[in-house]
């Protein structure tokens, strides 16, 4: 049996809204072994882009905790889940959140830069991920230059430089036409496939969740189905 | 203005005798309106108590340059003087090259000159050279270049005033005389008595009374200096902070992604400050040569227009090198708020910004 890369237990984000106390995520649990494509469905407001950001280190849980990848997260300090995000996650966004200044080879060198990569290994690597997420000839493209599919193939890249041990994707085709969400969905697919990759992503769309062999379903920050 | 200072104490009259109608402050230097009065009375000055002796002088301003307008183009002072009076009164001037004026060098048949430093350096002269000027027909000739005092005797020509009455077809006409007197004590008493000779003709100003003006007008000029030094530090700090501010705030989603990315806050602090001591020094490099370009405007302007070729605005190395400091200063204190706060923002809050 593959090892476990995501485990929560009662897991739990409560927010104080406007003096009410609001369960972002109630009572969670979750695991993930290696090489898992798990896609989150569920409304606004069920939680998802909460548990998403618990298991990737940039938010805190209430109560409950989490292991990632076998470390728990709990005690660890900020700049120790700097180090983990670093090394062990991969982001991303629906909006890309690519930096403007740099060009697509440099955003996919960027987390290797901020890691310690050598600057060899930082080009050779970007370059061989933006070949494999299909833009070989727009290394020294600017993101303002580039399609929105060709920038979150950037995105991708950039999200799978320095080795996670997870992929972390929230609505990463919100923003994209039903041709590019086609292609970027079966890009999150050949990453499983190809790399092993292990995926949780969050959408609101049937035909991606489809390409997951997982799909959790949240609704008011518990989950309701998992299949 | 230091300069100024510098000399005023290094001048060892007692009172000036002025003509009505001159204006300045008493130095044979800025007596510059035309205003004159008979070399007779040199004679009555030296006769009233307490005076020890008179020194008549014979002052004015005289262009010089090649016409070109460039900013060694101006005036100067030409400061037609006894054979005793820079041995008296200047008693700290000493030559670079050549020599001081002697009794040979009086009513000689050509204009024999002592030029002060800055004239020397700015015309380029050197001794045995005459000056790219005529005085009267006649064309002087340098036989001494003072050092440099750091003061105003760096902007005098000197030379015999019989020879400079003559030139200017001005004989038996003073536009000045300085006085010193035996007992210092009562020389403000013995200042009105020189005046009571003929008010109508001239009046006199004590040393300590220009020595008061123009601490007054140092005091004045140090406090306005500071003044807009201050408020102009005031708006670089703000402009500077504004500007990272802004620029921070624009790019939260960015420092949002690169802390998702796991870029340690430390580490964003340390880029936004560079990035603020950066613009920092490169407005201090800019405003540095914004300030020398002002500083030789102003000197041109002054000499074009002011004809006053003593006057010089100064940017000194120092000062340079402090400006940038003080830009390098307000770069890291400019940076240091809004890293702070970025770096404070939750990651979570930092990425939804829009």
Known sequence: MNELVVEARQLSKVYVMGGEEVRAVDDVDLEMRKGDFVSIMGPSGSGKTTLLNLVGCIDRPTSGGIRLDGQDLAGLKEVELDRLRMRKIGFVFQSFNLMPIMTALENVMFPMEMAGVPRKEQARRATELLTWVGLPKRLNHKPRELSAGENQRVGIARALANGPAILLADEPTGNLDSKTTKEISLLFRRANCEQGMTIMLITHNEAVAGVAGRLLRMRDGRIVSDS | ?354
């Open chain 2, 1 to 354: 203005m230091n300069g100024f200072n510098m000399s005023a104490k290094e001048r060892k009259e007692d009172i000036y005798v002025l003509p009505k109608g001159a204006r300045g402050l008493g130095s044979p230097l800025l007596v510059s309106s035309g205003a004159e009065f008979s070399e007779q009375r040199v004679q009555d000055i030296g006769g009233v108590l307490n005076v020890k002796a008179v020194y008549p002088f014979y002052t004015r301003q005289i262009y010089f340059g090649d016409g070109t307008g460039s900013v060694m183009e101006g005036f100067f002072v030409l400061d037609g003087v006894t054979p005793d009076f820079l041995v008296d009164l200047r008693p700290s001037l000493e030559v670079e090259a050549g020599r001081l004026l002697e009794q040979g060098d009086y009513l000689d048949d050509q204009l024999n000159v002592v030029v002060g430093a800055e004239i020397a350096r700015s015309v380029k002269l050197q001794v045995d050279q005459t000056l790219p000027l005529e005085v009267g027909g006649l064309v002087p000739r340098v036989i001494g270049i003072l050092k440099s005092t750091g003061g105003l005797d760096d902007y005098i020509v000197y030379a015999p005033l019989q020879d400079v009455q003559l030139a200017l077809d001005r004989e038996g006409w003073v536009t000045g005389a300085a006085v010193t007197v035996t007992d210092p004590t009562t020389t403000e008493e013995t200042a009105d008595a020189i005046s009571n000779l003929s008010s109508e003709e001239f009046y006199c100003q004590t040393s300590e009374q220009i020595a008061g003006v123009v601490k007054n007008l140092i005091s004045m000029a140090r406090a306005i200096h500071l003044s807009v030094a201050s408020i102009a530090l005031l708006i670089g700090v703000l402009f500077v902070l504004s500007t990272m501010l802004m620029a921070v705030s624009e790019r939260t989603k960015e420092i949002g992604t690169m802390r998702a990315l796991g870029v340690h806050r430390i580490t964003i602090f340390r880029l936004i400050v560079t990035e603020s001591l950066i613009t920092g020094v490169l407005a201090g490099g800019i405003g540095c040569l914004g300030g020398v370009g002002l500083s030789k405007l102003i000197t041109w302007a002054i000499h074009k227009f002011a004809s006053a070729a003593f006057l010089q605005a100064v940017v000194s190395p120092r000062l340079l090198g402090f400006g940038l400091l003080i830009a390098v200063l307000i770069g890291i204190l400019a940076g240091l708020y809004p890293a702070w706060r970025i770096t404070k923002t939750n990651i979570v809050e930092a990425l939804r910004y829009e």
